[in-house]
């Protein structure tokens, strides 16, 4: 396993973007990923760009770049507003390329109710996919919250820079922690470490909800993954009863626990 890591979530309440990098930075962690969104439900209050910059400058390593989702099962039908959605990945990969990122997490759907995996969809994935390639770029698609999209893109697309990213938020309260970690076995690129009751995807520090790790650390060695034990926190709701730096202190130190478990019982 290698070093922890953390979201720069723009989702956080009370807080800059530059107060949560340098809350981060006193944290502990030395490895952050940015939400690459365009803004696509809020306006965000320091920029993609300048939020990687500043994150540099403070000496935190940009592993990967999440990007945009909302409406995003267009791309599974068929005409130009699925287009749409080609071009600005394809503009997204290239701007990361431009920072120096190699790797992008991408929904291979949104909700519960998106069109079900077609060649349509399979083709502009292939695009931007092939496109990455060129460039050096990771592909991984993450669990949402409808199942088969990842074995359905991953099964047709014999790729080394595609894979999956595991989300085990996501695992326990939409599918009731039931991933196929010996399909993905090699091709797990990325995860997202965050716990919920069960029920809705709540983006808790580990051990506020009832995720087993357990399971995920176990589902983590089945599928022979040994990168980043990345954490997808959010700074809000009842957290906000400390302060910004003591949320993500704990959330570093939980993550020390976690990883020297996995190192401990699995490596």
């Not at 992008?104 to 109710?113: N, Q």
């Not at 022979?224 to 400390?242: A, G, I, V």
Request: with cysteine; aromatic share 14%.
């Amino acid at each position: 396993m290698k070093e922890l890591a953390v979201v720069i979530s723009n989702d956080n309440e009370s807080v800059s973007a530059y107060e949560t990098i340098d809350a981060i930075v006193a944290s502990g962690f030395k490895n952050v990923f940015v939400q690459w969104y365009e803004n696509d439900y809020k306006t965000f209050d320091v920029s993609q760009e300048e939020q990687v910059k500043y994150a540099r400058s403070k000496g935190l390593n940009v592993i990967f770049a999440h990007l945009g989702y909302r409406n995003m099962n267009d791309i599974w039908l068929d005409g130009e507003v699925g287009e749409a959605w080609v071009k600005r990945y394809l503009k997204n990969l290239d701007e990361l390329k431009a920072l120096g990122i190699d790797m992008v997490i991408i929904h291979a759907c949104v909700g519960f109710d998106a069109p079900k995996p077609n060649k349509i969809g399979l083709e502009r994935f292939r695009r931007i996919c092939d496109h990455a390639k060129e460039l050096n770029i990771k592909v991984a698609f993450e669990n949402t919250k409808m199942p088969g999209y990842l074995e359905y893109l991953v099964d047709h697309m014999d790729y080394d820079n595609v894979g999956v990213c595991y989300d085990c938020g996501h695992d326990h309260c939409h599918f009731k922690d039931n991933f196929d970690f010996e399909h993905f076995r090699d091709k797990m690129f990325a995860i997202h470490i965050h716990d919920n009751h069960g029920e809705k995807d709540e983006h808790l520090l580990p051990g506020d909800g009832s995720v087993n790790f357990d399971y995920v650390l176990d589902g983590l060695s089945i599928a022979n993954y040994h990168s980043y034990l990345t954490f997808e926190l959010c700074y809000r709701k009842d957290y906000l009863n400390e302060n910004v730096e003591d949320f993500y202190k704990k959330g570093y130190n939980l993550g020390m626990r976690l990883k020297k478990k996995y190192e401990e019982e699995y490596q």
